[in-house]
């Protein structure tokens, strides 16, 4: 796993993530699981044009109302940041049923952890129901 330290983020968009997360976890409370920052700047390829940093927001459960505060809360702190000219990428998502705990799983698996840094928390494998 990667460090924030290693990645490729000027001050402005390591800011912008720790305001974001501090926003989730006020607002997501329990509800909030994790929090990783993954993809090839995490891993300090240097920004290129439009080369956006990814997020993967984990919830306990989600519902669309969620996930529009999910995306306004990222908006908020990359403004209160001076991070507008960085590209966003955020998924949000939970593990509500054991489909989406298995499909969550392999896409951690598969692209998250690998290299990806947790803001926040540690998504734990889903449980067998």
């Given amino acids: ?8 983020l000027d001050i402005a968009e390591r800011r912008a993530l720790e305001r974001f997360v501090g926003l989730l ?17 995490v891993r300090g390829q240097p920004p ?4 956006e940093l ?12 969620d996930r529009v505060t999910a995306l306004e809360l990222l908006w908020q702190a990359a403004l209160a940041e001076r991070a507008t000219e960085s590209y966003l990428s955020i998924r949000i998502s939970d593990r509500a049923t054991p489909e ?3 499909a969550m799983d392999e896409f951690i ?10 803001l926040f928390g540690r998504p734990a494998p889903a449980t067998p129901s």
Avoid: T
């Avoid at 290129?48 to 080369?51: G, V």
């Fill in 1 to 8: 796993m990667s460090s924030l330290a290693a990645a490729s």
């Fill in 54 to 65: 990814q997020l993967l927001v984990l919830l306990r459960h989600s519902s669309r109302n």
């Fill in 25 to 41: 976890r006020r607002r997501f409370a329990e509800n909030l699981d994790a929090v990783w920052l993954y993809g090839p700047r």
């Fill in 109 to 118: 698996a598969r692209e998250v952890e690998p290299g990806g840094i947790a």
């Fill in 48 to 51: 290129r044009d439009e080369s």
């Fill in 100 to 102: 989406r705990g298995r």
